[in-house]
């Protein structure tokens, strides 16, 4: 652990991005109302899961009044709340919601991050924010080892994951990003399946429903079902 640890440690002091940086410690000052009595974390978010995961989950970034506040990944707003009630419903989480650090939260062999770990203004980090942020990425699928597959959520994160193998010299053939879209990887690269973002804005208007969610962790089991399977 003490090699998660270093790299835990070295994103959470991460100043590369100005702009990032200035809107991340401005949130978490002003606040919001509701959490007017809360610490916020105001830093850069690290991964957060299992740290022998077959399975690694990418987002987009931490959420203003989420992530940013709590210091988890997708911990404290909507979109967590409908991610973690989909993985404890299919198996991988021990509780349905996740709502700060301590509330005893565990993930079974899945690993959570995102593509740019500070709050962005309007969610929109831009390219250079997303590549400053991809050598952690590089460095979390380094640790887990033999990652069998990755659930991207959002075309953001899709397009991240294809520019991080294109940069590590080995990238993946075209593939268009989609709900439900699969790649059944191959020798050199995990599979890959990706998910519309379980943003407020998709879920409330039914662009996502829960049934559609459900089917994206459905999917991951038999993944992993068949990768146990003996050859």
């Excluded at 380094?142 to 520019?163: Q, S, T």
């Amino acid at each position: 652990m003490i090699a998660w640890d270093r790299l835990n440690d070295q994103i959470t002091r991460c100043q590369k991005c100005t702009r990032l940086v200035v809107y991340r410690e401005e949130v978490a000052r002003a606040k919001r109302r509701a959490y007017q009595n809360e610490d916020y974390w105001g830093r850069p978010v690290p991964g957060f899961g299992d740290p022998n995961a077959s399975v690694i989950v990418v987002g987009l970034a931490p959420g203003a009044h989420g992530s940013n506040r709590t210091g988890r990944m997708f911990t404290g707003d909507a979109s967590g709340l409908f991610l973690y009630s989909a993985l404890h419903k299919a198996g991988f989480a021990n509780q349905p919601t996740s709502l700060n650090r301590e509330d005893g939260l565990a993930l079974k062999d899945i690993y959570i991050t995102a593509i740019c770990r500070c709050a962005p203004p309007d969610n929109k980090p831009t390219s250079i924010e997303a590549s400053n942020c991809l050598p952690y990425l590089s460095a979390e699928l380094a640790l887990l080892g033999k990652v069998d597959g990755i659930v991207v959520l959002g075309r953001f994160a899709w397009e991240g994951i294809l520019a991080l193998y294109k940069k590590l010299g080995n990238p993946f053939p075209p593939v268009a990003f989609g709900h439900g879209t699969f790649y059944s990887g191959d020798a050199q690269h995990p599979w890959l399946l990706s998910s519309y973002h379980p943003s407020r804005q998709n879920t409330q208007t039914g662009r996502l429903t829960e049934a559609m969610f459900d089917s994206i962790w459905q999917k991951v089991k038999l993944q992993l079902k068949e990768s146990s399977q003996p050859a």
